[in-house]
């Protein structure tokens, strides 16, 4: 390939990447794998380095590093201060008597803008390129996030037309309602808690150590605010027309108000409105327009004066709980849920709420026949916020936890420091059915035809009751089941035998086992290779894989450790799953088996860079020294494994002994 070739090639995989990004953060609706993405992903990492093309904005640049064990702290050169907040109209009247009165005249404007409930980020360009993305933190010092941001499409790399030397933007990272409910519902199949509302959701997304995971989350960004090294004051209307021109994503939904009637305008618009925007809004900012006037009102310790936020109250509707009854999650979780006399509360009908746990039900007091306040959490999930009148006579008993599930009758117990309770049969048919219809999910063996409905009839006939049982029915057993025809029963067995062949992550994903996601699966699988060497593998050498912490490693042991699943794996070898992994781009086998660890920086490499030429060869690397660890790659400024593996006895190898072992070098 020459260089003309080459930069057809990269132009045509930035497209498909941007696309694909697209499709499966925005649109939810993926169109290639996550393993044809990161294909692709790699070549176009290649041909960058090698034909010298990569540029700011490639999305190269988007998904970058590996995990890193902590935050460094960014101290804020100008303060993120916090907004005062006021609920009512004239409280607004009295702000805006404030501002007349200190600045002795009325030529001042405002700007009204939406209040996004997210999470706070300041974003700093230097010479156009992002180079600093950081939490708000105690609005002094905040932590150092600029990995995680990078991940974040509506943020640019690099900003465009005619922008300053140096340019610092605030704005509001967000989750929209739908991919939170969408995240939830993942997590949930995982055997992960629910986030509680969106900001949560956000914040925790953009804390976490592997941006690799950030750039999984479908967090959103809005700037409202811009400082630059230029001293002429200007004004907010002009800041939201600066940062578009710049490439950064305004919410368009700002206005110029020349007096506060019409602000208050503004607010009784979106009181209603709001519930129609694809994502949270707690209110409306309203800030002094022009830079000369914040400038002579200045600030307090905590909020300028220029501002306020006018705080929508949360909608609330007051209902009769029914019944309190118990769920039995996939994993044998136990959720507590409040039926109640059906209500409409923010353009929605609600009929039930969880109670989350027992503790939660006791500290709120909640019982059956009692009216409670219900609001929605972050406007979006129901929730019980308090017990009305809780001193009335004749209450029902407090709520007691029954000591049994409520699907199969096991005695419940409680797992460690867990707050919630488990049913661990595992005949409990609620979680049967779960566990089968997980096991035959899209992301995991993906058999078409087997949903929700099927399985119910499947379990209830008595036809299966594990998933390998799958593998044995017959089209005779399925025709007499409802809406099953000749052709769709035959339909549904050449899918379950089809799935014969999904590969080892899919199949490992498939098992169900707790904390083990999609992601978590695929490094497993890429770290063992085969299903014999995961399900002998101990918590040491799970840990050994990047991703993989304390506690899936105890997770994926204490599962493989209970006979009935290691017989279930055996089951379905035996009906033909082949757990094969998918084919690799490998150029060699010399590092064939063999684990490296790295310490340092390498002279011409990145460890991202590394590890992909260490799986290239059929290598491993992993990330703490131990007795199985092999070589020892040290770079300039090695850290403590270097004495580690020095104390083991560990060939230590440097950069140039690296790439003769992979024969890049004579
Ligand atoms: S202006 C000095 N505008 O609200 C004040 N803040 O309570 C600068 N927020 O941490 C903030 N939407 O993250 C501003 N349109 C908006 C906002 C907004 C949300 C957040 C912001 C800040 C918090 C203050």
């Not at 109209?89 to 700007?111: A, I, P, Q, T």
């Not at 001193?391 to 008993?397: A, F, K, M, V």
């Not at 089951?571 to 094969?580: D, N, P, W």
């Amino acid at each position: 390939m020459d260089k003309k070739q080459a930069k057809k090639r990269v132009e045509v995989l930035r497209d498909l990447l941007e696309k694909a990004n697209k499709a499966y953060y925005q649109d939810a609706h993926p169109f290639i794998s996550d393993k044809e993405f990161d294909d692709y992903l790699a070549e176009l990492e290649q041909l960058e380095n090698q034909y010298n093309l990569a540029t700011p904005d490639s999305p190269t640049q988007r998904v970058g590093g590996e995990p890193s064990s902590d935050f460094e702290t960014v101290t804020h050169p100008v303060r993120l201060l916090s907004l005062d907040n006021t609920y009512n109209e004239d409280e607004l009247n009295d702000f805006d008597r404030r501002v007349r009165e200190l600045l002795g005249h009325k030529n001042y404007s405002y700007m009204a803008e939406l209040k996004f409930d997210g999470a706070a980020i300041r974003l700093r360009y230097e010479d156009g390129d992002l180079v600093l993305g950081a939490t708000r933190g105690d609005g002094e010092r905040g932590d150092d996030i600029t990995r995680n941001v990078k991940t974040i499409k509506d943020i640019p790399l690099h900003l465009k037309n005619g922008y300053p030397d140096v340019a610092e933007i605030r704005g509001e990272a967000y989750i929209e309602r739908d991919a939170f409910l969408r995240l939830n519902e993942h997590r949930q199949q995982q055997g992960l808690n629910a986030f509680a509302n969106p900001r949560n959701s956000t914040a925790g997304s953009l804390k976490m150590q592997d941006p690799r995971e950030v750039a999984r989350r479908p967090i959103r960004f809005f700037s409202f605010d811009l400082m630059t090294d230029n001293e002429t004051p200007i004004t907010q209307y002009k800041k939201m027309e600066l940062l578009q021109e710049y490439g950064l994503r305004v919410c368009k939904h700002y206005k110029k108000c020349e007096d506060i009637a019409e602000v208050h305008n503004q607010i009784d618009q979106w009181k209603e409105l709001r519930h129609n925007l694809p994502y949270e809004t707690d209110g409306v900012v309203i800030k002094v327009n022009e830079d000369k006037y914040r400038d002579q009102l200045g600030s307090t310790s905590k909020a300028p004066r220029w501002a306020i936020a006018y705080k929508f109250e949360a909608e609330q509707a007051t209902t009769a709980v029914k019944n309190i009854r118990l769920q039995v999650g996939r994993l044998g979780k136990i959720t507590p849920v409040a039926d109640f006399q059906a209500v409409e509360l923010a353009g929605t009908t609600v009929k039930h709420a969880s109670l989350h746990n027992e503790d939660e039900i006791h500290r709120k007091d909640i019982r059956i026949g009692d009216r409670v306040v219900i609001e929605k959490a972050g406007e979006i999930i129901p929730q019980v916020v308090s017990v009305v009148n809780p001193d009335r006579e004749n209450r029902e008993p407090p709520f007691k936890m029954p000591g049994h599930c409520p699907a199969c009758g096991e005695e419940l117990t409680k797992l460690g420091e867990d707050i919630d309770w488990r049913c661990i049969n595992p005949e409990c048919p609620p979680q049967i059915r779960q566990r089968i219809e997980h096991f035959a999910s899209r992301d995991a063996l993906d058999i078409e035809g087997l949903g929700e409905a099927v399985v119910d009839q499947l379990v209830s006939e008595g036809l299966i009751s594990t998933y390998a049982d799958l593998y044995e029915l017959e089209k005779e057993e399925l025709l007499p089941l409802e809406r099953m025809a000749e052709k769709s029963a035959q339909n549904l067995l050449d899918a379950i035998e089809s799935s014969k062949e999904q590969p080892l992550d899919r199949v490992i994903y498939a098992l169900g086992i707790r904390f083990v996601g999609k992601t978590v699966a695929r490094d497993l699988a890429n770290g063992f290779q085969t299903m014999d060497a995961l399900m002998d593998a101990d918590e040491e050498t799970l840990g050994e894989i990047d991703s993989i912490g304390p506690k899936i490693a105890e997770s994926v042991v204490t599962f493989f450790e209970q006979e009935h699943n290691r017989q279930m794996v055996k089951t379905l070898r035996e009906h033909g799953l082949t757990f094969r992994m998918e084919e690799q781009k490998q150029s060699s086998q010399k590092l064939k088996g063999k684990k490296l660890v790295l310490t340092g920086s390498l002279p011409s490499f990145t460890r991202k860079e590394a590890t992909e030429l260490i799986e290239k060869h059929g290598g491993k690397r992993t990330s703490s020294v131990s007795g199985n660890t092999d070589y020892l790659l040290k770079g300039d400024s090695p850290g403590s494994k270097y004495d580690k593996a020095r104390e083991l006895g560990i060939e230590i190898i440097e950069e140039d002994d690296f790439l003769k072992l992979i024969d890049k070098k004579q």
